[in-house]
């Protein structure tokens, strides 16, 4: 696992009021280009769980009774992925139905302790795979993306180009890297334009 990432900023997949997250409407995005595809990922939900507590890992195991993730890790359970974004802080996305299942239930465990934020709405999810994905993101991203650096299951937050993202190691498609993005939704535009003219060659 690599063991150090970019700071920590507020404005890396901030939080916004409910209205903004409801207005999002889903993203149809497909980039196919020599060794990498770009797809965006839809119908599936996240939520951000965060807890007050002094020992938020034992917190985690007694709420959700799973072994949670490692700082810097992102671990899948019966289709649902946990992935750790800070001390008491994590991302779960897998099928919106379940996630927020998971969501209201800790959010009942936690009380006034915790915060659950649905943010089903308000995050765009693409996923890059092909034998060039490394280098199509390594052009937007500052972090070390090789398989040593980042092997399945690595998650972290960072930037791409001039905006925070949260970025993660899937299983392999087809022998080659595949990589989750999830970032603002509001920036769904600024990125697409991104990575198509990065993998066509062409701006649009």
Known sequence: ????????????????????????????????????????????????????????????????????????????F???????????????????????????????????????TDLTHGRTVLEVSGSDARWILGSHCPIDLDHVAMPVGTACRTLFSDIGIFISRRPDRDANPCFRLIFDHTMTDYVTRLLEATITGEAR
């Not at 990432?5 to 507020?10: A, I, K, L």
């Not at 800070?86 to 209201?104: C, F, M, S």
């Open 1 to 76: 696992m690599p063991v150090s990432t970019m700071p920590r900023e507020q404005d890396l997949m901030p939080d916004h009021a409910n209205e903004m997250l409801n207005a999002a409407d889903p993203v149809c995005f497909a980039v196919l280009g020599s060794g990498v595809q770009a797809t965006a990922i839809s119908k599936l939900g996240l939520a951000k769980l965060q807890v007050g507590s002094e020992k938020p890992d034992r917190w985690f195991l007694m709420a959700l009774e799973l072994t949670p993730p490692r700082p810097l890790e992102e671990v899948e």
């Open 78 to 116: 019966d289709s649902i992925s946990y992935a750790w974004l800070a001390p008491g802080e994590w991302l779960v996305t897998g099928p919106t139905k379940h996630v927020d299942g998971i969501r209201q239930h800790c959010s009942e465990m936690a009380g006034t302790g915790g915060l659950m």
